[in-house]
């Protein structure tokens, strides 16, 4: 990965990440310039199939520029998702198991091109939320622990 662009950190708190794929999208020139100056929202999005083909809905790329935008532009189109069929067809059989979705996680960039990496997910309940919270809150008390001891 050469440069991250946009991140849907929430994704990591709310689902259980259990298998990580990569992707390219289609997308307009300006849709392109748009997300490389960071304009760019993971938030809400998801990844759903149909006829075959994998699709990024609901995330928002907002217009390069405002004033020069075409008429009827929709920031939150669905956008196609390059895969080959094989990973279509693995994604489909992992999807129709229960309580599976497809989280995006993050846009990057490798040797130019734009690429999406999402992940089959099982969404967490309320109770894993709050052992994930008390984890990061150990993790964080012994590095300030650590580091106070190195100090002294």
């Known amino acids: 990965m050469d440069n991250v662009l946009s991140e849907n950190r929430k994704a990591y708190f709310n689902y259980e990440i259990m298998d990580k794929f990569s992707a390219g999208m289609v997308l307009f020139g300006h849709e392109v310039k748009s997300i490389r100056t960071g304009k760019m929202s993971l938030v809400g999005s998801y990844v759903t199939l149909r006829n075959n083909e994998a699709y990024l809905t609901g995330a928002n790329i907002h217009p390069y520029q405002p004033k020069n935008i075409t008429e009827g532009y929709n920031p939150k189109r669905d956008r196609r998702l390059l895969l080959r069929k094989n990973e279509i067809n693995e994604l489909i059989g992992k999807t129709e198991q229960k309580g599976l979705t497809l989280a995006p996680l993050k846009v990057y960039t490798v040797k130019g091109l734009i690429k999406l990496e999402f992940a089959i997910a099982k969404g967490k309940k309320k109770a894993d939320k709050r052992e994930s919270i008390k984890k990061r809150e150990s993790d ?11 100090i002294s």
Not at 140 to 150: G, L, Q, T, W, Y
């Open 140 to 150: 964080r008390e012994i590095r300030r622990a650590f580091k106070n001891s190195v």
